[in-house]
C-alpha cells in the first residue's frame, strides 16, 4: 500500500476543509455577485433557452409575490425575533436567490429595487455546480464559477466559455440539493427528491430532468449542431396544464338501480399516473388536493357528499372542517390574541390529500421552518391509487329517475384563508380542477 506523505495529507485535509466551506450554509459570503455571469450574456447564444428560463417558477424564485410576502413579512421577522431562525431567514436565500447567498448580501435589497437577487435560480448558478456536498439537501451544491460551464453533454465546443461533462448533471441529487429542505428541528419539510427515490421512476432510471426538462430536437444556440436539447421549462404547480391530468379519476356507485328510500354508495379511484413524487409535494405545508362529490336529481337539485371515514390515525386532517390554524404566524406579524384563520377554507366533508405540518403546539403551520412535527401523510404517491368511498342516504324527497353524480379533484397552490389574512395574489389561492369524472345511477319507487 502507498504510504500518504505529510505533504500529501495537508493537501488532502485543505481540499476537505474548503470543500466543506463551499456548499450549503459553509458557501454563505463566499462569492461575490460579480463572479457569476448574467443571464443576459448566456441569451445572445442560447436565446430559446433563456426564454423557457423567464417563463418558469425558477427566474422567479426571489422575485415572486407570494415568496417575497413569506419572506419578508413571516420569516426575516421571525428570524429577528427568535435567534435560531436568523441563520434560517438568511438561508431561504440558498435556494431562492442563491447569488445572494453567496454574496452574503442577506436579506436582499427588495425585488423592486433590481439587484442581483432577482436573478434567482440563474443559468451561471445551475451551469457552474459542479457536485453535491452528501446526500442531496438544503442546497448543499457545489458552486465553481468561472470560465467553465458544466452540462450533460461531453465534447461540445463553445466560442463563449470552455465546456464540461460533470455527471452530476445527470442524476436527481443535483436537483435534490435544493428541493430537499431539512429544517433546524430536523424535519425535512421538502422532500421531492426522496420521494422520487424510494418510488418507481427512481428504480427505473428516470430522473427528474426526463419530465421536467423534456429533449426535443433542435439546437441550443446557433452555431450548435442539431441534436436533442434539454427543454428549460421546469412545469409545475404553477402550470395548469401540467396539473391537469397528472391524476386519473373515475366514479362509480355499487348498484344501477336504487329504490328511493335506500342507501347508495359510491367508490372514486384516484390515480397518480404522471408525478415522479407524491402529489402534493414540494411546499406541501401551503398545498391542497382534494375530493368534492356532488349529485344532482332529475330535478336539478343539488347534493354534497361527505367521504366516508377511514378511520387511520390523524385522518381528521384530511377532511376539511370548520377549524381554526396557523397561530403561529402571530410571533412574526406581532399580533396580540391572534387565534389563527380557518385551517382549510374549503366545503366541510371534503377528503383532502396533504400531510399536515404541526408547530410546538401541534397547531397546523404553514412556516415551514417552524415546524416541530409532521401528520399523516395522506397524498398520492407516484403510480399510487387511492379509493375513496361515499355512502349516501338520500333524503325522501329524492326525485326520482337519473341521478348524475360528479367527483371533482381540485387543487390549491396556498390555503384560501392563508392568502387572503397575508393578502397573497388571488392566482395563488385560484382553485384548479385537475380532473373529474361522472355517473349515474336511477332511482326508483
Ligand atoms: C457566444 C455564444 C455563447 C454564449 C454567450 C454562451 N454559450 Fe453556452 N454554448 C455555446 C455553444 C455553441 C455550445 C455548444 C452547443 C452544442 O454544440 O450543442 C454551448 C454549450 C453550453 C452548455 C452545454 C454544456 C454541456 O456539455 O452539456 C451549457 C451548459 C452552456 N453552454 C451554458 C452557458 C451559460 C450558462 C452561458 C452564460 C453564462 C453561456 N452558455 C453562454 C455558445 C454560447
Ligand atoms: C435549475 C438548474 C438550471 C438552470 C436554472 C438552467 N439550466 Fe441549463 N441545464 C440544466 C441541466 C440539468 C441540463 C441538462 C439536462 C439534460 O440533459 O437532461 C441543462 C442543459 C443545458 C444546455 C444544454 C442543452 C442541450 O441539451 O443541448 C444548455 C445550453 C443550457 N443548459 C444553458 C442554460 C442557460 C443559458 C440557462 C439560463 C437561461 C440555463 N441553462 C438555466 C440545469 C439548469
Ligand atoms: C439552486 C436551487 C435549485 C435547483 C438546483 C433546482 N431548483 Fe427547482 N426550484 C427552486 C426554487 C427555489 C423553486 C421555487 C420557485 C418559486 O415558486 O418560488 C423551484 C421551482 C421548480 C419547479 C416549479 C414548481 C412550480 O411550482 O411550478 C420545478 C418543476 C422545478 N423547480 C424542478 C427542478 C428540477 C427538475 C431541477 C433539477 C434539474 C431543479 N428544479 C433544480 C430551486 C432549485
Ligand atoms: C414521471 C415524471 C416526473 C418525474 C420523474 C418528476 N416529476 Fe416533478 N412533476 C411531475 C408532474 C406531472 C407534476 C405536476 C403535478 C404536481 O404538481 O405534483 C410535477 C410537479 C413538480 C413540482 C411542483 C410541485 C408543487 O407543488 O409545486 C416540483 C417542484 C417537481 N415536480 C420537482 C421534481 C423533482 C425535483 C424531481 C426529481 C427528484 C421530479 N419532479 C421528478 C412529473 C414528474
Ligand atoms: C433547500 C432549498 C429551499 C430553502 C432553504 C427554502 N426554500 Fe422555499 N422553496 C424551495 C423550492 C424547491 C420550492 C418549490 C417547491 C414547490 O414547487 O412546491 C419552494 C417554494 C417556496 C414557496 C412557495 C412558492 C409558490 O409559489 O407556491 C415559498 C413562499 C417559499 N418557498 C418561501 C421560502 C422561505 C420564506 C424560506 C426560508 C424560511 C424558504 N422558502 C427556504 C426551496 C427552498
Redesign the pocket.
Known amino acids: 500500500m502507498k504510504r500518504i506523505t505529510l505533504m500529501e495529507l495537508a493537501v488532502l485535509l485543505t481540499f476537505s476543509i474548503t470543500g466543506a466551506q463551499q456548499a450549503g450554509e459553509h458557501a454563505l459570503g463566499s462569492r461575490k455577485y460579480d463572479d457569476y455571469e448574467k443571464p443576459e450574456v448566456c441569451k445572445s447564444c442560447h436565446t430559446r433557452i433563456y426564454q423557457q428560463w423567464r417563463q418558469a417558477m425558477m427566474s422567479q424564485a426571489y422575485t415572486h409575490h407570494w415568496d417575497e410576502i413569506e419572506y419578508f413579512d413571516l420569516a426575516v421577522p421571525h428570524g429577528e425575533k427568535v435567534a435560531m431562525f436568523k441563520p434560517v431567514s438568511d438561508g431561504c436565500n440558498g435556494c431562492h436567490a442563491p447569488l445572494a447567498y453567496l454574496a452574503g448580501d442577506v436579506p436582499p435589497p427588495r425585488p423592486e429595487e433590481n439587484s442581483r437577487a432577482n436573478e434567482s435560480v440563474s443559468c451561471d448558478l445551475c451551469h457552474t455546480i459542479t457536485g453535491i456536498d452528501g446526500d442531496p439537501v438544503n442546497f448543499n451544491w457545489i458552486s465553481k464559477p468561472g470560465q467553465t460551464k458544466y452540462g450533460a453533454k461531453p465534447g461540445l465546443k463553445s466560442p463563449h466559455h470552455i465546456t464540461k461533462f460533470n455527471d452530476v448533471f445527470t442524476i436527481?441529487e443535483y436537483?435534490?440539493s435544493c428541493?430537499n429542505e431539512q429544517n433546524p428541528f430536523g424535519i425535512y419539510v421538502k422532500s421531492?427528491?426522496m420521494?422520487?427515490?424510494e418510488g418507481p421512476?427512481s428504480a427505473e432510471g428516470?430522473?427528474?430532468f426526463?419530465?421536467?426538462m423534456p429533449k426535443a430536437k433542435g439546437r441550443s444556440a446557433p452555431m450548435a449542431e442539431e441534436g436533442m436539447v434539454a427543454q428549460h421549462i421546469f412545469?409545475?404547480?404553477?402550470?395548469e396544464a401540467?396539473?391537469k391530468s397528472?391524476i386519473e379519476i373515475s366514479i362509480h356507485p355499487d348498484e344501477q338501480e336504487v329504490p328511493y328510500d335506500g342507501v347508495v354508495s359510491f367508490q372514486v379511484e384516484l390515480f397518480n399516473a404522471?408525478?415522479?413524487?407524491?402529489?402534493?409535494?414540494?411546499?406541501?405545508e401551503d398545498?391542497i388536493l382534494w375530493l368534492d362529490v356532488r349529485a344532482v336529481d332529475s330535478e336539478g337539485k343539488k347534493y354534497h357528499l361527505p367521504v366516508d371515514k377511514k378511520g387511520f390515525d390523524g385522518e381528521e386532517y384530511t377532511i376539511a372542517a370548520d377549524e381554526l390554524a396557523y397561530k403561529d404566524m402571530a410571533v412574526p406579524l406581532d399580533l396580540k390574541n391572534f387565534k389563527g384563520v380557518q385551517r382549510d377554507g374549503i366545503p366541510v366533508g371534503n377528503r383532502i390529500f396533504r400531510m399536515p405540518y404541526f408547530d410546538e403546539n401541534g397547531i397546523m403551520t404553514i412556516m415551514q421552518w417552524n415546524t416541530r412535527s409532521l401528520g399523516v401523510d395522506y397524498r398520492i404517491a407516484?403510480r399510487e391509487t387511492k379509493l375513496e368511498t361515499f355512502t349516501w342516504e338520500m333524503p325522501d324527497d329524492i326525485a326520482f329517475g337519473n341521478i348524475t353524480v360528479t367527483a371533482r379533484l381540485n387543487?390549491q397552490?396556498l390555503v384560501k384563508p392563508v392568502a387572503d389574512f397575508l393578502n397573497v395574489p388571488a392566482e395563488e389561492s385560484e382553485i384548479i380542477l385537475m380532473n373529474e369524472a361522472s355517473t349515474t345511477f336511477k332511482v326508483y319507487d
Do not use: D, F, M
Open positions: 436527481a436537483c435534490g428541493h421531492t427528491q420521494e422520487w427515490a421512476y428516470v430522473p427528474c426526463v419530465c421536467h412545469l409545475g404547480a404553477h402550470n401540467k396539473l397528472a404522471k408525478a415522479g413524487h407524491k402529489i402534493p409535494t414540494g411546499s406541501v398545498r407516484p387543487y397552490k
